[in-house]
Nanobody
Framework: QVQLVESGGGLVQAGGSLRLSCAVSGRTVSSYLAWFRRTPGKERDIVAAITWNGSRTFYADSVKGRFTISRDNGKNTVYLQMNSLKPEDTAVYYC??????????????WGQGTQVTVSS
């Protein structure tokens, strides 16, 4: 089992920045860690992913150039730095972990989510 606990969400004005953190515990050797987000009435969509060794990253087109995913294995933590935030980035953000880079949309473990609200 893997436990994932997100933090760092909140309210920010458009153009601002936030950094989300996800503390990973339990069976921490996973193929990848990822951030997803969900807006009301929609499915969870992947935002970014990173392999456990950091050799590969993935970004959704909507966040490329604005968001950066990183991880600190010594702290068992994955981060999502979000810059130039837009109102359409408003969502509940979830940390996730899984195996098999080819299936990054199908993680095995999920955090509880943290709300990010971007005001215009």
């Amino acid at each position: 089992q893997v436990q994932l606990v997100e933090s760092g969400g909140g309210l920010v004005q458009a153009g601002g920045s936030l950094r989300l953190s996800c503390a990973v515990s339990g069976r921490t050797v996973s193929s990848y860690l990822a951030w997803f987000r969900r807006t009301p009435g929609k499915e969870r969509d992947i935002v970014a992913a990173i392999t456990w060794n950091g050799s590969r990253t993935f970004y959704a087109d909507s966040v490329k150039g604005r968001f950066t995913i990183s991880r600190d294995n010594g702290k068992n933590t994955v981060y999502l730095q979000m810059n130039s935030l837009k109102p359409e980035d408003t969502a509940v953000y979830y940390c996730a972990a899984g195996s098999g880079w080819a299936r990054i949309n199908e993680p095995h473990f999920w955090g509880q989510g943290t709300q990010v609200t971007v005001s215009s």
